[in-house]
């Protein structure tokens, strides 16, 4: 079985390193990435700051005559996902853009009116990068439970399966589904083989979280925490779910359709507090919704700790924007989190064979 188990890990190796950076990652290829030592590293220049960083951090804290060791149950870090290890750009999140292919494209779903004339309105606005009003931001939040309304979680998962397949607006060879930035599942790499317990904390729904990974990144899923779906029973009436005896036999579980609330800044607190109960000693995020996540890392930490924060400064291999990574930096050096410059650090970011198609 060793022999096995060896083999496989050496094949997925060598397919890895055939296609090197000069071909776009599927996920196959993504899962076969393995950092275990500093050596093992492909995708960061070698000049990187963050890597080096990484490298001595994990070294001295994984080092029992350092002073500054941390015993394994307490190596935690926490990632957030889209545009910290996966694509947020293009024009916008994941679960964001899935919204339009339910509602404008879906031969299978009759939208209302009311969100198909929402669609219809804020579309332009979003693929022309242009600032939603508050009106505008309040109802898409309120869209991206909406149009699943009825669905069983195992449905939902299903089509967020299916919209993985589509490609990346503005990109060539990048589908959804494969738009993983390689340095940074390196890092994710190393750590897990290095004896932490690595978390994703992100904004973006639970269960679109889970099936984007699936597969591709080694972690469990109840290490993922992320925005709740509300649910309901077919059966509940008026019932308070806490006071409802559910029956397997007529009823099932289903999106409710309410509004959720976001698992953003403050609300990442509460979530590693519920779901983790202890203190991340390395976070990682990218924007100001993961602000709370990367103060509570630094405060009053008894284990050395450090956040990292991912800058959108490249605008040739992805669709950055100088003038946000200008104030992202500064935001970053400002609150003591360690930037990440996609531009000057990253050898790739999917792959050289994605290329800007506008």
């Known amino acids: 079985m060793k022999k096995k188990i060896l083999a496989a890990i050496t094949a997925g190796l060598i397919a890895l390193g055939s296609f090197g950076v000069s071909d776009a990652a599927s996920r196959e290829e993504v899962a ?21 960083k990484i490298i001595e951090f994990v070294e ?75 009106a505008e931001s309040k109802m898409y939040l309120e869209g991206l439970s909406a149009v699943y309304s009825g669905m069983t ?18 990109f060539t060879n990048l589908k959804r589904g494969d738009a993983f930035y390689l340095p940074m599942v390196e890092i994710m790499s190393y750590l897990t083989n290095n004896g932490f ?13 889970r099936e984007l990974v699936n597969g591709v990144i080694p972690i469990q899923f109840d290490r993922i925490l ?25 009823e099932k579980i289903i ?7 976001p698992n953003l800044k403050t609300v990442k607190i509460f979530s590693i ?39 959108c400064d490249d605008v040739e291999r992805e669709r950055g924007n100088l003038t946000r990574a200008k104030s992202d930096t500064a935001l970053a050096l400002k609150h003591g989190w360690n930037p990440i410059s996609m531009r000057n650090e990253f050898k790739t970011i999917y792959g050289d064979n994605v290329k800007r198609s506008n």
């Open 32 to 52: 076969a990435i393995h950092v275990q030592k500093a050596s093992d590293f492909q995708f960061w220049n070698d000049d990187s700051p963050t890597k080096a």
């Open 197 to 209: 317990n690595v978390y994703i904390n992100t904004g973006c729904g639970v269960s679109t979280t």
């Open 273 to 311: 507090i519920n779901q983790i109960g202890k203190k991340p000693v390395l976070a990682f995020g990218n924007s100001s919704g993961d602000s709370g996540m990367l103060e509570y890392t630094l405060q009053d930490n008894k284990y050395r700790s450090m956040s990292f924060f991912v800058i």
């Open 60 to 134: 001295d804290v994984t080092n029992p005559y350092s002073a500054n060791y941390i015993p394994p149950e307490d190596r935690i870090a926490t990632f957030d996902m889209d545009g910290t290890f996966y694509c947020e750009t293009a024009p916008l999140y994941f679960q964001e853009m899935m919204f339009f292919e339910r509602v404008l494209n879906d031969p299978n779903y009759t939208a209302p009116k009311k969100w198909i004339n929402f669609a219809k309105k804020i579309q332009p606005k979003i693929y022309a990068k242009q600032k939603l009003t508050p």
């Open 226 to 250: 992320g925005t709740d779906i509300v649910y309901t029973s077919t059966n509940i009436g008026k019932d308070a779910a806490s006071d409802h005896f559910y029956d397997r036999n007529k």
């Open 255 to 261: 999106i409710s359709g309410k509004n959720f609330v």
């Open 153 to 170: 979680d195992e449905e939902y998962r299903a089509y967020v399966r299916k919209f993985m397949q589509t490609n990346e607006d503005g």
